[in-house]
């Protein structure tokens, strides 16, 4: 699956899982100014059916590097720095209350969207139907390295003091990688579900886009707003 994207706020009773992509934008495709632009027309031009009770479903989502100047480097190469996204399926649940969104862009024709929502819907029929591995289940770890050596990131943390010893920063994250080998696959949604039992408070996410790498964590910071 690809173009796969989740957040979740348990304290908060809110879910949202994104499928897919109609409309995508990223910072190496085309410039902060030009998306500005872009989302402001979709904004103003889009057409919303709601028979829900549910209000402020979201339709644009976005991730940002905080300094966009930065090109991303290393295991992070892939990811986009910047990318806004209209989705083609949205999963939103907010206290309780859970809505199911399809959009299409403007010149989709009638019979298409119909074929598409019935599609969509067999899509996550099929999703709910699968059978995936018990929830208390654990990968065992068969190797582990941290990428940055133990002197080189001690030295780094004493550069670090020294910068704001001489009030050059006020706050900075430092972390190293730990690089892992498991004996099998991953299976996301169950990490998701621990996350979401571990840090109720925080809000957890999950990003899936290439196919092939994905994003997941948990963070205390405001995430979506």
Known sequence: LHNISFLSNKSKKFKLLSIGKIKNYTIE???KGSINKKIEEIIKTNISINETSQEDIPFILCG???????KNTGIWNDIPSLNYWVPEILLYQNNYNTTLTHLFTANTSLDDIIANIENNH?????????KYPDKHTNNIITSNEFLTDKDT?????????????NSEVSKVVISNILSCEIDKKLPYSNLIMKLNDIYPTC??????????????????????K
């Open 153 to 165: 990131f001690d030295d780094s943390i004493t550069n670090i003091k020294n910068h704001i010893n």
């Open 64 to 70: 940002q590097n905080f300094d966009l100047s930065k």
């Open 203 to 224: 809000c957890v996410f999950y990003y899936r886009f290439n196919g092939i790498q994905s994003f997941i964590g948990a963070s205390p910071e405001t995430i979506l």
């Open 29 to 31: 495709d085309f410039s």
């Open 122 to 130: 067999e899509f996550i029929y099929s999703i709910l139907d699968s």
